[in-house]
């Protein structure tokens, strides 16, 4: 399994000091952005102007959370705002190969995403253009949901389905120092924390705490 890596979801971050936020958590090897349309889920957040600043804020590896329907239009911009990886829900995507094929060809990682209750076989097929899945161990829409511990089985799933492809499996949901070690035991090696990062005092202890937590599965 591929090195483990923490991304703090700039969704729980004060956007009144991005940059403060951002640097706060400069002991992490990623960092997540969840973009939604109010539409694909009940929910309105940030766009390519944001993802711009963070870009500018951050040499950290920049995890770009696409929860909107119709995403094709804009993956070109979310992708010049300085996206490193761009990643679109299986339910939101008409034509799922042909929506990767766009991303890779912005020359950006491709990911793909799939909801608690979307089977894993959704993706069988599009492996050789994916280099992240990520599964939701929460509804979408909102940040500071608990855990879904039924999702555990699927990621156990995608993790054998992936084998020894170079695909990251990435978790996104209630992750916090309880629940963490379950994750990377179903087979997540990448995950993303919110509330339990920016809502503690000190970030880069909150870090280091689901690091052991997820190294002790």
Request: proline share 6%; glycine share 6%; aromatic share 4%.
């Amino acid at each position: 399994m591929a090195e483990l890596v923490i991304a703090p979801s700039i969704l729980s971050a004060d956007f009144a000091h991005l940059a403060d936020e951002l640097a706060s958590v400069s002991s992490a090897e990623w960092v997540h952005v969840d973009v939604m349309d109010g539409h694909f889920v009940p929910n309105l957040t940030i766009g390519p102007p944001v993802v711009e600043a963070v870009h500018r804020s951050t040499d950290a590896f920049i995890d770009v959370h696409l929860m909107i329907d119709p995403v094709d239009p804009y993956l070109n911009a979310f992708a010049a705002a300085g996206a490193d990886l761009l990643s679109v829900h299986v339910e939101a995507c008409t034509h799922l190969d042909r929506t990767l094929s766009a991303i890779r060809d912005l020359g950006v990682q491709a990911g793909v995403v799939l909801n608690p209750a979307t089977p894993a076989a959704t993706v069988q097929h599009v492996l050789h253009r994916v280099d992240l899945i990520l599964v939701m161990s929460v509804n979408p829409g909102f940040g500071g949901q608990s855990y879904i511990p039924e999702v555990e089985p699927k990621v156990t799933e995608l993790r054998t389905m992936i084998g020894d492809r170079p695909i990251r499996l990435e978790i996104d949901g209630g992750i916090s120092v309880r629940t963490a070690a379950a994750a990377v035991r179903a087979g997540a090696d990448t995950l993303v924390a919110g509330s339990a990062v920016f809502g503690q005092a000190d970030r880069a202890a909150a870090i280091a705490a689901l690091r052991a937590a997820a190294r002790s599965a």
